[in-house]
Nanobody, 123 residues
């Protein structure tokens, strides 16, 4: 399974971006999908996750109400709509997939990783 993240860029505080993560290969083995981010000098942290079916989602407290995760199974693509961006959201964002359907918030619980897309929010 290969994951390709895109959509990052430079945006002013208060602005919006939409990240995409396209899966290819044996996509039938990918159930839960998630987004993580890593700022310079910090550990990778959970942002959001979504199940393959039933639309179950989870969010980090820091992004609740601002970010929305969604999924198009027909396109094997997961999206992260990010609104009201803050300078603290600046990081490299990674998408990840896992072979089990339960939502997960720890990087070690994911089996597949994309290459990351950089998001920079200026104040």
């Amino acid at each position: 399974v290969q994951l390709q993240a895109s959509g990052g860029g430079l945006v002013q505080a208060g602005g919006s971006l939409r990240l995409s993560c396209a899966a290819s290969g044996r996509t039938g083995s990918v159930y839960g999908m998630g987004w993580f981010r890593q700022a310079p000098g910090k550990e990778r942290e959970f942002v959001s996750a979504i199940s393959r079916n039933y639309g179950l989602t989870d969010y980090a407290d820091s992004v609740k109400g601002r970010f929305t995760i969604s999924r198009d199974n027909a396109k094997n693509t997961v999206y992260l709509q990010m609104n009201s961006l803050e300078p603290e959201d600046t990081a490299v964002y990674y998408c990840a997939g896992r072979r089990t359907p339960l939502l997960a918030t720890l990087p070690r619980d994911y089996d597949y990783w994309g290459q990351g897309t950089e998001v920079t929010v200026s104040s």
